[in-house]
């Protein structure tokens, strides 16, 4: 059983810096693409960015420049570097992860199979 588990999360002031983590337990498997979600309260989940086995990285354009994801896919761990954060980076963050994926939907959640229970990041101006 595949299990991933985020942390890194934290409240800090605007402009502040966090980088979160997100690693697996339990069978790994190959060719993984490793995400990262984020919820706001009273809005839906929403793709923040990705990193695939070759490498591709997409990011959401609302953190394209600010956030930074890398990974050791071998041990299935993702990692996601957030920099000059904004208020509306509050959420609830997300790692999910899957080992087949259509490069084209690498930004629906319903591409994943497996979710981490989420990190709160909370963002003050």
């Known amino acids: 059983q595949v299990q991933l588990v985020e942390s890194g999360g934290g409240s800090v002031q605007a402009g502040a810096s966090l980088k979160l983590s997100c690693a697996t337990s339990g069978r790994t498997f190959s060719r993984a693409t490793m995400a990262w979600f984020r919820q706001a309260p009273g809005k839906e989940r929403e793709f923040v960015a990705a990193i695939r086995w070759d490498g591709g990285t997409p990011y959401a354009d609302s953190v394209k420049g600010r956030f930074t994801i890398s990974g050791d896919l071998a041990k299935n761990t993702v990692w996601l570097e957030m920099n000059s954060l904004k208020p509306e980076d509050t959420a609830v963050y997300y790692c999910?992860?899957?080992?087949?994926?259509?490069?084209?939907?690498?930004?629906?959640?319903?591409?994943?199979?497996?979710w981490g229970r989420g990190t709160q990041v909370t963002v003050s101006s």
């Open positions: 999910a992860a899957t080992s087949a994926i259509l490069w084209s939907t690498v930004r629906l959640t319903t591409s994943y199979d497996y």
